[in-house]
């Protein structure tokens, strides 16, 4: 099922006088604008025209997918109320529009969610601009609207400091400010480099492995590990175990592997044997595979999950688990963090946000909150894996001072690093647990889970109902963002992965 976000707007000059509306449906999931609605209606309050707005837009909903579910966002606290059944609706000219939202989605498919004027812009803007098209003797048009532009411009602007000496979010608004020249410098750069011919970094064609990205298994540290390189870093093919699988696509009992977190991969794990990964795979996930008949399951929990920003080990991939130093973002990270934290304010869908208790994953998700005006909550089980001996080690130190422990690692999920260390076997059946403590707590919200790589590939490797070894045909870059959503039955849906765009 899907859902939508629907964002509504009215104005009226008057109050009563010309008036107009305005009207938004974007993706729930990924935040992508779908439809935008706007109309003069000649004289009205301000309040017909913000029911004339929400009217419009659940019908603009409703046209795109009639069994979706839809999360309504006004700046009208009235609106809100009234449709939510809390305030009754006196107004003559109010009831007949209210009661004709009513029944374009089943009542118990629509919620509805009072927002600041300042998160309403996309609508507010849709609908000046169909007043400003009335007062011309015009129709407004969508090919004419500037209206996303608009308001992506001005949600993307550093804002003013405000608050006391010493205030948090004063402080973090002028750090921002002085990270805006910085930031548009390096943009300024990267074109100048896109445009001289280089390819973006941890892109690839299917089937193939460009630049950036790892090959099926798992790239030895210095090569193209499964996290993402340093942008626009490559490197050399991995080896080949002499015992590895014949061609013919087997799943080789030995594997080349990346430094797992590498902080670059960060706890990435080996590809398991075909029976060692469906039986890993089967103790954490439960849930029958295809879609359910059930026609009341609801609005799912979706689960947008961002990976964290660089470390000082990324660029050179060592084993960086949830045993080791802990490492806090570098420069690299923490602008990675701002910028993922200004596209996620630019989709304006995360309610909650919640992390590994590591600080690279509390870091990151604090810079996204300062920005997003919401708390953190932590969550210890969305820790890294536990490398044991082998943290802060590469690939080639591990193999030099443990190779008999790495070999058994490499060929089995079910075996633990050098030192008690923590099993992707063990981490698979920890990652499904919290996935469902964290489903049934936040059952039809949108959360933000900062983590790391391995939860994050856990995620979707169990989501896809995929063996052990898909984590290592997937490439997860520093800061991407994935989503997932969880449906009431138990079933999931994957709908977006390593997504890098905000970084670019």
């Known amino acids: ?206 089937g193939t492995s460009a630049p950036g ?50 902080d670059s991969s960060d706890g990435a794990a080996a590809p398991a044997p075909a029976d060692a990964g469906r039986a890993g795979a089967a103790t954490a996930e439960t849930s029958a595979p295809g879609w359910s008949s059930a026609p009341d399951l609801g609005a799912p929990a979706t689960f947008v999950l961002l990976r964290h920003g660089e470390t000082p080990l990324t660029p050179q991939k060592r084993f960086s688990g949830s045993g080791g130093t802990d490492p806090a973002l570098s420069d690299i990270g923490r602008e990675q963090a701002e910028r993922v934290a200004e596209a996620l304010a630019r989709r304006g869908t995360i309610q909650h ?8 994953t509390r870091e990151t998700a604090g810079i996204v909150a300062a920005r997003l005006g919401l708390e953190v909550t932590v969550e210890d089980g969305l820790r890294e894996t536990d490398f044991g001996a082998w943290e802060g080690l590469t690939f080639a130190e591990v193999r030099e001072r443990h190779p008999d422990d790495l070999n058994a690692w490499l060929a089995s999920p079910q075996v633990a690093p050098t030192g008690g260390g923590e099993s992707f076997a063990d981490t698979a059946v920890r990652i499904a647990a919290t996935r469902d403590k964290l489903t049934a707590a936040y059952a039809g919200r949108t959360v933000l889970l900062v983590t790391h790589v391995t939860p994050i590939k856990t995620l979707i490797q169990l989501a896809l109902g995929a063996p052990s070894e898909a984590l290592f045909r997937m490439e997860l870059s520093a800061a991407s963002l994935s989503v997932v959503a969880y449906y009431a039955d138990g079933n999931a849906s994957v709908r977006l992965f390593n997504d890098t765009s905000h970084l670019r």
């Open 1 to 206: 099922m899907r859902e939508f976000i629907v964002e509504a707007d009215g104005g009226s000059r008057g109050n009563p006088g010309p008036a107009g509306y305005g009207s938004v449906v974007r993706d729930a999931a990924s935040g992508q604008t779908l439809a935008e609605r706007a109309e003069y209606i000649g004289v009205a309050t301000n309040n017909v025209a913000e029911y004339r707005g929400l009217l419009a837009g659940l019908r603009a909903a409703h046209e795109l997918d009639p069994d979706a579910t839809v999360h309504v966002r006004m700046d009208s606290k009235l609106v809100v109320e009234q449709m939510s059944g809390r305030w009754k609706i006196k107004h003559p000219a109010m009831k007949p529009l209210a009661a004709e939202a009513a029944t374009v989605f089943p009542p118990d498919r629509v919620t509805y969610e009072w927002i600041p004027r300042e998160r309403n812009k996309h609508a507010d803007r849709l609908a000046n601009e169909a007043m400003d098209a009335g007062a011309r003797g015009e129709r407004w048009t969508p090919s004419a609207s500037r209206a996303e532009l608009d308001a992506t411009a001005s949600s993307s602007a550093v804002p003013e400091p405000s608050g006391p000496p010493g205030d948090a979010t004063a402080g973090a608004a002028r750090a921002r400010a002085a990270l805006a020249d910085v930031r548009a410098a390096r943009t300024v750069a990267a074109a100048g480099t896109a445009a001289a011919g280089t390819s973006t970094p941890g892109t690839s064609t299917p």
């Open 353 to 360: 946000i919640v992390a590994s208790p590591l600080a690279r």
């Open 213 to 262: 990205t790892s090959a099926p298994g798992k790239a030895a540290p210095g090569t193209a590990a499964p996290g993402a390189s340093a942008p626009g870093a490559s490197a050399p093919a991995a080896s080949v175990p002499e015992n590895s699988a014949p061609s013919g696509g087997a799943v080789p009992s030995s594997r080349t592997a990346s430094s797992a977190d590498a």
